[in-house]
């Protein structure tokens, strides 16, 4: 086997590896990814780990970065079918963040909804990830508003996004009334340009 076809393989194995963890930090929190049940999940042997990632840490960190790529491309699309639909970009945001669909895809959505309430007992490698998911939904809230809005407007929406859907998950199927409730208080208050 030549040495592109093992780097290939390589990969491949690797982004398996992201994929499983990124879906099970987000089902389970960081206390309950294991690395056994992350390769196995994968389709790869417990051994094989460290040709991979140096340590546990290591594994949550990438699989925070991984899971925030994932989840911004789902949130792009829901906003460009937003955005087609004729609302404006903090709507389409809003509508997108705040949906049903989104409530029920624990695995795939927002990592920062799903794991907000514990970034801040994890090791330095982990918090860092973290807070580069929690910049990073902070940053495309403020690409969805004017760009003369305060600064703080964002970090607010931010805010009310990712806490509105963490009580969403707990509330269950009483969820739609907190949805609503919070997608027209945040575009009463903040969407200027009229859908």
Known sequence: M????????????????????????RRHGYA?????????EAGLTHG?????????DALLAAALDHAGAGSAKVLARRLALGREAGLS????LVEGYLSEAHVAAVELGCPVAALASDMHRQQEAVL????RRVLGLIDK????????APEGHAQV???????TLQLARALGDGAGGLLQASRQALLTQYDKVPA
Do not use: C, W
């Open 141 to 148: 809230v403020r690409r969805a508003l004017p760009p003369d």
């Open 128 to 131: 860092a990830a973290s807070r």
């Open 89 to 92: 970009p903090l709507r389409a």
């Open 32 to 40: 309950g990814v294991g690395v056994a049940e992350v390769m196995k």
């Open 157 to 163: 929406i931010a805010s009310t996004l990712v806490g």
């Open 2 to 25: 030549n040495s592109e076809s093992r780097q290939t393989r390589r990969e491949l194995s690797h982004e398996r590896i992201l994929d499983a963890a990124a879906r099970a930090v």
């Open 48 to 56: 094989g780990f460290y040709a991979h990632f140096k340590s546990r």
